[in-house]
C-alpha cells in the first residue's frame, strides 16, 4: 500500500510561482513512476507531468516551459515547481503513482487559486 500526501497548493497572483510536494510512503518500491494531475472547475480531470522512477519526464503541451517536476529519492517527494501561473491554471491538483492490477494511488489534492 502506497499513501500519498501533497502540500504547497494556496493563493497565488497571476504570474506567480508555487511549487507543490508530494511525498510517497508505504510500499514505495513498487512505484515505478509519479505524476501530477489536476481538475478544475467544470472540467475533466488533466494530466500535467509525470516523472519515473529513472528520472524521464513528460508534460502536458500547456504547462510546458512554465512547470518542471523534479524528485529527491532520499525524502520520497516529488515537487512540481510552477511558474508563471495563469488563473486557468486554478485547479485542485493531485499526485497519483500508477498501479498495475489496480486503481492506482492519489493524494487528497491540494487547491491552487491563481487570482489578483
Known amino acids: 500500500q502506497v499513501q500519498l500526501v501533497e502540500s504547497g497548493g494556496g493563493l497565488v497572483q497571476p504570474g506567480g510561482s508555487l511549487r507543490l510536494s508530494c511525498t510517497a510512503s508505504?510500499?514505495?518500491?513498487?512505484?515505478?513512476?509519479m505524476g501530477w494531475y489536476r481538475q478544475a472547475p467544470g472540467k475533466q480531470r488533466e494530466l500535467v507531468a509525470r516523472?519515473?522512477?529513472?528520472?524521464?519526464?513528460n508534460y502536458a503541451d500547456s504547462m510546458k516551459g512554465r512547470f518542471s517536476i523534479s524528485r529527491d529519492n532520499a525524502k520520497n517527494t516529488v515537487y512540481l515547481q510552477m511558474n508563471s501561473l495563469k488563473p486557468e491554471d486554478t485547479a485542485v491538483y493531485y499526485c497519483n503513482a500508477p498501479q498495475v492490477g489496480g486503481p492506482g494511488y492519489w493524494g487528497q489534492g491540494t487547491q491552487v487559486t491563481v487570482s489578483s
Open positions: 516523472i519515473t522512477r529513472i528520472g524521464l519526464s
Open positions: 508505504g510500499s514505495i518500491d513498487s512505484i515505478y513512476s
